[in-house]
C-alpha cells in the first residue's frame, strides 16, 4: 500500500495502482478482483469470478502488458480471470491519458507490469501452491504459480538476465440461476386494483431453473529474457507471454410454460403491482440441457530494445505480436412433454406459486413427476454450434526521449514516437441441428418414430437421469418447496459428436436418418460470418514542463484507421471499407502546494473503436430465429472530452486522502433501430414465446414498425397458436437490432480516497489500518436513461491488521443498482432491466512462518451475496448466484 501511493504521487498522471512487494504477492488472485479495491473500479463477474472491469462506469477500457496490447475474443484485451496475477508486479489504472500512451481507452487504461530480469539483485524464486474450495460443487480444486529468475555479469558481453514463470490452476464451479417472465396484465382480480402503471397487474409465468457446473483449467507461462551492455546505456529485451484456457460446461435447464392464470382470495400483490399466491392451469414443461464453453490460446510477446544515444537523447523500439483463438463449441439437447399413450398429445400439469420475501419462489406442481418421468419425455431437438474466432495484431513503435532539448530550463524533457498496428478479427460459425425429434422422425410407413428418454437409456445406458444439485440457491433461500428443482438431465452433452453418433444410432431407418460424423455435418453459416482487418498509424509529441511548483504533461496524438469488413450476402462475399482520423490532445498538470499536498488537473480527448461485432454487417440471429443483430462498417468510433480535476494529500508512511471531480462528454453513442427482418429462416422459427415474434405487413417485406401481440389480446396458447398462423403464411420476421452512431452523453461524478496506517498506536495496535474509497458517478446517455452498468454510488472498505508475523484483511465492496439491460423481452413487456444493490465481503490473512515462508487464506463473498435483478417498478424476476470460494495454502520465496 505504501508503494501504491508512491506510484499515485509521483506519477505525472491521475492513477491508481496495486504493488505486489515481491514476486507472486498480489493481493488477490484475480485481477480484476484486485483491481475493485481501487477508487472508480468496478467489476463484472463471470461464474462469480471477477472478469472485467469499468472504469467511472464506462467497459470501454484498455487491457495492456508491459505497455503494449493484450488480445481476447473482443477489443477489450484479454479476459482478467486468464491472466494469472501472480506475474505482476505492479497495476496502475491511469485515468488521465498522455499523448503517448496507446488510444482506445474510453475510461481508462490498465496497465499490467512484471518484473524485469536485471532489476533483480540476485537469484530469485517464489512459488505457491493453494487448494481452493468451492461451496456449490464442494470441489477442491489446486492453484500453483511459480517462478524463477537471475541475472549474470559477463564482463565484456555486458549482463544476461532471464525469469521464467508457470501458472496453473484447474477450477469446478457452478452457477445457478432463476428467471422468470414478467408480464404487465389489464385483468381483473377480485377484491384488488392493480399498483402497475394504468391499474395493470404484474403477472410472472414460464418459471425457469438453469444450472450451469464448469471445469475451468488455466495454463499460463511467460519467460523474459534481458540483455545490457557493459556501459548500461542500453538494453534489449524479449518477453514472451501465453495463456490457456480449457474445460468444459455441463447446463441444464427446466422451463414451466404457458398455463391460465388462476386466482382466489389469497392472491396478493407488492407495491409494483407484481400478484403473488397464484396458480397456471394446463403447463408443460421444457427439459434442457446446455454445454457451452469458450477455449482459448492467446499469446502476447515482443521483442525490443532502449539505447541511450548520448547524455540527453535515449530511443526505444518494439515489435510486438499479440493473437488469440477461442473455440466454443455450444450445443443443446431438448425434451418435449408428450403423453406416451398417444404420441401426440402434450403432457399438462397445474402448477402453483407463492414467494416469500426474496427468496427463492414456491413452486409446487400437480403432477411431481412432470420433469423426470420417463413415461412423458420424448426427444426434440439435438443442436450442435460451433463458433471460432480468431484476434490477431501485429504492432510496431519507435519512440525518442530527449531531456532539456532546448537548453530551457522549464521545458525538462520532449518525447516523440510513432505506432503502427494491423490487425485481423475473424469469426466463423458451423451448425448442426436435428430439430422436432418427436414429430419430424417418421418411420417408412409414415408412421411416427418417437424417441422417449428409456428408449434412450435402453440403448445407452445412464444417458438420462433425474438429478437434484446439492446446495441450491443457499445464498437466497427457499420460500418452500420447489419442483422444477428437481428434472431429468443428460449426462453427456460436454462431448457432442459422441451424442451425435448416438443419435444417429436410434434415427436410423427413420425419416432423420444420416450419415457421417458431427464435424462432417457441420454446416457453415453464411449470416455469422466476420471478416475484419484494421490497419492504424500514429504519431505523438509530448512535452513535459516544469516550473517548480508546477509540472504539466503537454502533448498530442494523431492517429488514422483504415478498416475493410468481409460479409457474406447472398451467398457472396462482399467487402466494405471506411477510414477516419482523430488527433487527440491532452494536459497534465500537477501544482504542488506543499511537501505533502498535491492538486491537479486534467484534459483529455479519447477515442475508442466500434467492436468488431458492431463492424460486421453479418446478420447474427439467434436460437430460436426470433432476434438478430447487426452492426455497420461505417460506424464511427466512440470520441470523448474528459475533464478531471483532484486534491491529493499524503501524510505519514503511505498515508493519503484524495478527492477528485470528473467530467466525461461522449460523443457519438452508439445505438440502435429495430427492423422486423423478412428472411426464409423464419419457416422454421420458434414461437413458444410468441409475445417477443414481430410480424411482417407483407410476406417477404421487412417492417421498420415493430409490431407485437401481447398478452392483452391472448393467453398462452392462443398467442402461440396465433403466431404459429401467422409464421406459416410467412408473416412473423425476425427483430433485428442494427447499430448506428447515435447521440452525445456524459458521466460525471466525484471520487473519495483515503488509507492509513495507524503506526502510531501502541504495540500490536500499530498494525492496524484503514483503506476506503468511494465514487458517485451520474451518467445519461441519449434515450434518457443511464449508462449501462454503472452504480451511482459505489465504495469499498478495507480494515487489516499486520504486525510482526500475522497479517488480516477484511474488505467490503459495494455498488448499488444500475441499468443492467434495456428492452429485456422477460421483463415488464420489454422493459428496463436492473440489477440490485449488492455489496461482497472479502477475507483474507497470512502468517509469515518463517522469512522465506508464508500460510495464506483466502474467503471470496463470505456472506454468500446473490445478483438479483428488477424491472423498473421494483419486482425480482432473476436470481443468480455462484460459488463461495475458499483458499488456503502456502507461498514460498528465496
Not at 544476461?160 to 508457470?166: E, Q, V
Not at 434495456?822 to 449488492?838: M, P, W
Request: with cysteine; charged share 25%.
Amino acid at each position: 500500500m505504501k508503494a501504491a501511493a508512491l506510484v499515485k504521487r509521483t506519477d505525472g498522471r491521475i492513477v491508481d495502482a496495486i504493488v505486489a512487494e515481491d514476486i507472486g504477492k498480489l493481493p488477490d488472485n484475480n485481477i480484476a478482483e484486485a483491481l475493485q479495491r481501487i477508487t472508480g473500479v468496478s467489476i463484472n463477474s463471470d461464474f462469480g469470478i471477477g472478469d472485467s472491469v469499468s472504469i467511472r462506469g464506462l467497459p470501454q477500457n484498455r487491457v495492456e502488458l508491459n505497455g503494449r496490447s493484450t488480445i481476447g475474443d473482443s477489443r477489450d484485451g484479454i479476459s482478467l480471470q486468464d491472466f494469472p496475477s501472480s506475474f505482476l508486479k505492479t497495476v496502475e489504472v491511469v485515468k488521465s491519458p498522455t499523448a503517448d500512451m496507446i488510444e482506445g481507452a474510453l475510461g481508462g487504461t490498465v496497465s499490467m507490469k512484471t518484473v524485469r530480469p536485471l532489476e533483480l539483485d540476485e537469484l530469485t524464486g517464489a512459488m505457491s501452491i493453494d487448494a481452493e474450495y468451492a461451496d456449490k460443487t464442494e470441489n477442491w480444486a489446486p492453484i500453483f504459480s511459480g517462478s524463477i529468475g537471475n541475472n549474470w555479469d559477463l564482463g565484456d558481453a555486458g549482463t544476461f538476465g532471464a525469469i521464467a514463470m508457470l501458472s496453473y490452476q484447474d477450477r469446478e464451479i457452478r452457477q445457478d440461476q432463476y428467471i422468470e417472465r414478467t408480464l404487465l396484465n389489464d385483468i381483473d382480480i377480485e377484491g384488488l386494483t392493480g399498483n402497475a402503471p394504468n391499474g395493470d397487474f404484474v403477472v410472472r409465468d414460464q418459471h425457469t431453473i438453469e444450472q450451469y457446473v464448469e471445469n475451468r483449467e488455466r495454463t499460463a507461462v511467460n519467460l523474459s529474457l534481458q540483455w545490457a551492455p557493459e556501459s548500461g546505456r542500453g538494453m534489449v529485451y524479449l518477453d514472451l507471454n501465453g495463456t490457456q484456457r480449457s474445460g468444459k460446461q455441463a447446463g441444464t435447464s427446466i422451463i414451466g410454460v404457458g398455463g391460465v392464470l388462476v386466482t382466489d382470495a389469497n392472491t396478493t400483490q407488492d407495491s409494483g403491482g407484481q400478484i403473488n399466491n397464484y396458480s397456471l392451469e394446463g403447463e408443460y414443461a421444457i427439459p434442457k440441457t446446455y454445454s457451452d464453453f469458450r477455449d482459448t490460446d492467446s499469446y502476447s510477446h515482443a521483442l525490443g530494445a532502449e539505447w541511450e544515444l548520448s547524455d540527453t537523447v535515449r530511443v526505444s523500439g518494439e515489435i510486438a505480436v499479440a493473437s488469440s483463438e477461442s473455440t466454443r463449441p455450444d450445443s443443446e439437447f431438448t425434451l418435449r412433454p408428450i403423453e406416451q399413450s398417444d404420441g401426440v398429445s402434450t403432457h399438462l400439469y397445474n402448477g402453483t406459486f407463492s414467494q416469500s420475501g426474496d427468496k427463492l419462489p414456491s413452486i409446487i406442481h400437480s403432477d411431481p413427476g412432470a420433469f423426470t418421468s420417463a413415461e412423458n419425455l420424448a426427444l426434440r431437438t439435438f443442436k450442435s454450434e460451433l463458433k471460432e474466432t480468431t484476434n490477431d495484431e501485429t504492432a510496431a513503435r519507435f519512440d525518442i526521449v530527449m531531456d532539456e532539448p532546448l537548453g530551457v530550463e522549464w521545458l525538462t524533457q520532449v518525447k516523440a514516437g510513432v505506432r503502427a498496428t494491423k490487425r485481423e478479427y475473424g469469426y466463423e460459425q458451423y451448425k448442426v441441428e436435428v430439430k422436432d425429434i418427436y414429430k419430424n422422425a417418421k418411420n417408412e410407413d409414415g408412421s411416427l418414430a418417437t424417441l422417449w428418454i428409456d428408449d434412450y437409456n435402453e440403448a445407452f445406458p445412464g444417458s438420462f437421469a433425474a438429478n437434484r444439485y446439492d446446495n441450491s440457491f443457499d445464498q437466497i433461500g427457499l420460500s418452500g418447496q420447489n419442483d422444477l428443482l428437481t428434472s431429468v438431465i443428460y449426462n453427456g452433452l460436454s462431448n457432442p459428436a459422441n451424442t451425435y453418433s448416438q443419435l444417429q444410432q436410434l434415427l436410423a431407418g427413420t425419416s432423420l436418418a444420416s450419415t457421417g460424423t458431427l464435424a462432417d455435418n457441420y454446416e457453415f453459416q453464411n449470416g455469422a460470418f466476420r471478416e475484419i482487418t484494421e490497419d492504424t498509424a500514429a504519431i505523438y509529441l509530448s512535452a513535459y514542463l516544469d516550473f517548480d511548483d508546477i509540472t504539466a504533461i503537454v502533448g498530442g496524438r494523431y492517429v488514422t484507421t483504415d478498416l475493410e469488413s468481409a460479409v457474406y450476402l447472398n451467398d457472396a462475399k462482399v467487402t466494405g471499407k471506411n477510414d477516419y482520423s482523430d488527433f487527440l490532445p491532452s494536459v497534465n498538470v500537477t501544482y504542488t502546494l506543499n511537501d505533502e499536498t498535491l492538486v491537479r488537473f486534467a484534459a483529455a480527448k479519447v477515442m475508442r473503436r466500434a467492436d468488431f461485432g458492431e463492424l460486421s454487417p453479418a446478420f447474427d440471429v439467434n436460437n430460436d430465429t426470433t432476434k438478430a443483430t447487426q452492426g455497420a462498417i461505417g460506424l464511427e468510433p466512440y470520441r470523448a472530452t474528459q475533464f478531471d480535476l483532484s486534491v491529493e494529500h499524503y501524510f505519514g508512511e503511505g498515508n493519503m486522502v484524495s478527492f477528485a471531480i470528473f467530467y466525461k462528454d461522449v460523443e457519438s453513442f452508439l445505438s440502435s433501430v429495430n427492423t422486423c427482418v423478412a428472411d426464409s429462416s423464419t419457416a422454421g422459427q420458434n414461437v413458444t414465446e410468441w409475445y417477443a415474434v414481430c410480424q411482417l405487413n407483407t410476406a417477404g417485406v421487412d417492417n421498420t414498425d415493430m409490431v407485437f401481440s401481447n398478452s392483452s389480446e391472448f393467453n398462452d396458447a392462443e398467442g402461440q397458436a396465433h403466431l404459429e398462423t401467422l409464421r406459416d403464411l410467412g408473416l412473423t420476421g425476425i427483430d433485428t437490432q442494427k447499430d448506428t452512431n447515435g447521440e452525445n452523453g456524459k458521466v460525471q461524478g466525484f471520487e473519495i480516497g483515503y488509507q492509513q496506517h495507524f503506526d502510531f498506536l501502541p504495540g500490536a495496535f500499530s498494525g492496524l489500518g484503514i483503506s476506503a474509497n468511494y465514487t458517485y458517478a451520474d451518467s445519461e446517455q441519449p434515450n434518457g436513461n443511464p449508462l449501462l452498468e454503472i452504480s451511482k454510488n459505489t465504495y469499498n472498505l478495507q480494515g487489516f491488521w499486520e504486525y510482526e508475523d500475522y497479517a488480516v484483511r477484511l474488505a467490503y465492496n459495494y455498488r448499488d443498482g444500475f441499468l443492467a439491460t434495456e428492452s429485456e423481452k422477460r421483463v415488464l413487456n420489454f422493459s428496463d432491466n436492473y440489477r440490485a444493490d449488492r455489496g461482497q465481503l472479502d477475507f483474507s490473512a497470512s502468517w509469515d512462518v518463517s522469512e522465506n515462508m508464508t500460510v495464506v487464506a483466502n474467503a471470496t463473498n463470505l456472506t454468500g451475496e446473490a445478483s438479483i435483478f428488477e424491472s423498473e417498478l421494483g419486482s425480482a424476476w432473476q436470481y443468480t448466484e455462484a460459488d463461495r470460494r475458499f483458499t488456503i495454502g502456502v507461498r514460498a520465496k528465496f
